[in-house]
């Protein structure tokens, strides 16, 4: 059996026809062909599934669509602005902080939600922060110093 559950997906209305165990990741995906969405682990252990849930990150591995429903949702595609990529995605850029990319969609939500509650981070806080995604290829240390660039940015644009 079906349910027909409406979704906000990067500012649209969208619509979709899910089985009650259809995974957010998988609706996501599958349903509504936003791929940029990366399933990993499928256990909510790597974190490159993340993506916002009313501005709150979530791991859309473990989220049922269902649950999901009337909310809005922000996935990688949804980050950047009309006028171009957001901070974050240009200090990811600018910091090299991806190689394969396959990390990165949940990297740029999660670090998006936490710049917009903690403008100017410590050292230890961006290491908190990213503690729940892995990456197999940088090292972290150009992802740590994105965090840091990505927040220098916000506030130049703030000024």
């Known amino acids: 059996?079906?349910?027909?559950?409406?979704?906000?997906?990067?500012?649209?209305?969208?619509?979709a026809?899910?089985?009650?165990?259809?995974?957010l990741s998988d609706c996501?995906?599958?349903?509504?062909?936003?791929?940029?969405?990366?399933?990993?682990?499928e256990h909510g252990v790597c974190g490159a599934c993340t993506v916002l849930l009313d501005g709150e990150p979530v791991?859309?591995?473990?989220?049922?669509?269902?649950?999901?429903?009337?909310?809005?949702?922000?996935?990688?595609?949804?980050?950047?602005?009309?006028?171009?990529?957001?901070p974050v995605q240009r200090?990811?850029?600018?910091?090299?902080?991806?190689?394969?990319?396959?990390c990165t969609p949940g990297f740029l939500c999660t670090v998006t939600a936490f710049l917009r509650e903690t403008p100017a981070p410590t050292e230890e806080e961006v290491l908190e922060a990213v503690s729940g995604n892995l990456c197999r290829c940088t090292g972290y240390q150009?992802?740590?110093?994105?965090?840091h660039r990505a927040a220098?940015?916000?506030?130049?644009?703030a000024r």
């Open 142 to 147: 150009n992802i740590i110093k994105a965090v």
């Open 152 to 157: 220098e940015i916000q506030a130049e644009e």
């Open 59 to 86: 791991r859309s591995c473990l989220t049922f669509a269902v649950t999901a429903d009337g909310h809005e949702i922000t996935t990688v595609e949804g980050l950047a602005g009309d006028d171009g990529l957001s």
């Open 28 to 41: 996501l995906r599958h349903d509504l062909g936003l791929t940029g969405t990366h399933v990993g682990c």
């Open 17 to 23: 026809s899910v089985p009650a165990r259809r995974l």
């Open 91 to 102: 200090a990811f850029t600018e910091c090299h902080g991806l190689q394969c990319g396959f």
């Open 1 to 15: 059996m079906n349910h027909a559950i409406t979704l906000t997906v990067n500012g649209v209305v969208r619509e």
